[in-house]
């Protein structure tokens, strides 16, 4: 057997897991779960499934010759991380709102019992995404759409159209479609700034453009390494 078959053994139950722990994560959020610490530690299994995910698809790249079969491969292992993205950010919502319905008592008189009041905690609500037309946005933006925006049933299409033309900026927003409609929007969208090597060119090129440190600054320094880390995490 070779390498590359070796690795995908190995990734086979890796990535099955990762939709085992997705689906029971999702049927929790669902289902309003109110046990907060096992969604967590589901999490937690979820972030070392993805990590062994990583260093396999790294090792899958670096083996890969043929263009196309990369292409390929690239495209396998980005539908893998957008769902556990997109789960990740669903548990965080998923959280907040929990969070929101935690209720306290008064804090200017004492209660006992059943006679106790309930006061509701509002947290701010989600701020929608945004997007301006650069191509190592895009990723970001969609998913978290797509959370917020996209798989809301409770949304009419035309709902939908309307507040994704909102989250458009600048170049974005001049986006021609073939029709009037969130589905054909969307797809323009995609076929547009969904270029994966023309997003990987990008954040290489970012690396390799920061701004040099000309003295000696504990804030430049960190705002340097947060830049690096930023885009080293979306490649």
């Not at 589905?183 to 270029?195: A, I």
């Amino acid at each position: 057997m070779n390498p590359i078959e070796k690795i995908k053994n190995k990734r086979a139950p890796i990535r099955s897991a990762v939709t085992k722990l997705i689906t029971k994560i999702l049927n929790y959020i669902e289902s309003n779960c109110e046990d907060v610490d096992n969604i967590l530690e589901l999490q937690d299994q979820l972030i070392e499934k993805e990590l062994s995910l990583k260093q396999l698809n790294a090792e899958m790249e670096n083996l890969i010759v043929d263009a196309s079969e990369l292409d390929t491969e690239l495209n396998g292992s980005e539908e893998y991380s957008e769902k556990i993205v997109s789960i990740k950010y669903k548990i965080k919502s998923y959280i907040k709102r929990r969070e929101g319905n935690l209720n306290v008592p008064s804090s200017t008189q004492v209660w006992s019992g059943q006679n106790r009041p309930q006061l509701s905690i509002k947290l701010p609500e989600i701020p929608l995404p945004k997007f301006s037309g650069k191509y190592e946005e895009w990723s970001n933006f969609k998913i978290q759409f797509n959370n917020i925006i996209s798989t809301n049933s409770q949304l009419s299409s035309e709902q939908k159209l309307h507040y994704l033309k909102a989250a458009l900026t600048s170049e974005a927003k001049n986006l021609e479609t073939i029709s009037d409609s969130f589905e054909s929007l969307f797809k323009s969208l995609k076929e547009r700034y969904e270029n994966k090597r023309l997003i990987v060119e990008t954040h290489i090129k970012a690396i390799l453009n920061l701004a040099k440190l000309n003295y000696e600054s504990a804030k430049d320094l960190r705002n340097l390494i947060d830049d690096v880390n930023k885009n080293i995490f979306a490649l």
